[in-house]
């Protein structure tokens, strides 16, 4: 079956830096993408990787390793806007998005 | 531009009753989507279509129709909606079905039923 794991919840404090996972098995790989999505909002696109290795972009880097069907999406020098739910998404065979349940991260003063 | 609208904003619906969920993109977008979204479940895939003309049935298709007449629109029809139907619909597009193509989401659609 296909499965896509990243934690329920986590807290982390303004101006700090959080690192969240995301494990994958699905049928095919075309790429993993993470996805912001505010409460009450939709999502919105932050990054993409199909190759190994680290993607940066301002405050947020993704991180890709397929051999080891893992992600990690990390966000530095937080600020209190950043509390959102973070979604993994794998492209699949069919260029089919599988979706995990999302991290939703807390950020405390 | 605006991008993905959709309609209605949310909606109270007797079970049993049908009702259409709208969706417009102006994006020229080849690949649009319709997704349930729950709390606790990631987005699961109702239906897409790759292409004006042609629709595909995802992941949890059943009691959910869709067509697709033209490049823009991509409508969700309930025909007899029952509780667990209770969600809420984003509707998203991709300029087309191959490697890293990002998808676009409208602000979706809360509906109830009861």
């Known amino acids: 079956g296909q499965n896509i794991d990243q934690p329920t919840e986590m807290t982390a404090t303004e101006g700090a830096i959080v690192q969240i996972n995301c494990t994958y098995q699905t049928s095919g790989f075309n790429g993993l993408f993470w996805y912001q999505q505010h409460a009450g909002e939709a999502p919105t696109f932050l990054s993409y990787?199909?190759l190994d290795g680290l993607e940066e972009k301002g405050r947020f880097s993704s991180f890709l390793s397929r051999s080891k069907g893992y992600s990690y999406l990390l966000l530095k020098e937080l600020q209190m806007k950043d509390s959102a739910s973070y979604l993994c998404?794998?492209?699949?065979?069919?260029?089919?998005?599988?979706w995990g349940a999302g991290t939703k991260l807390i950020i405390k003063p | 531009t605006a991008g993905i609208t959709q309609a209605p904003t949310s909606q109270i619906l007797a079970a049993g009753r049908s009702m259409t969920l709208r969706c417009t993109q102006d994006m020229r977008h080849n690949a649009m989507y319709w997704y349930r979204q729950d709390l606790g479940l990631g987005l699961r895939l109702i239906h897409y279509?790759?292409?004006?003309?042609?629709?595909g049935k995802g992941e949890v298709p059943d009691g959910y129709s869709v067509s697709r007449a033209n490049t823009d629109d991509f409508p969700l029809t309930l025909a007899s909606a029952v509780p667990s139907q209770t969600s809420v619909y984003f509707c998203a597009s991709s300029d087309s079905v191959s490697e890293g193509n990002e998808q676009f989401f409208g602000p979706g659609t809360r509906l109830t039923v009861l």
């Open positions: 990787n199909v």
């Open positions: 279509s790759n292409t004006a003309g042609t629709t």
């Open positions: 998404a794998v492209s699949d065979s069919n260029y089919q998005l599988i």
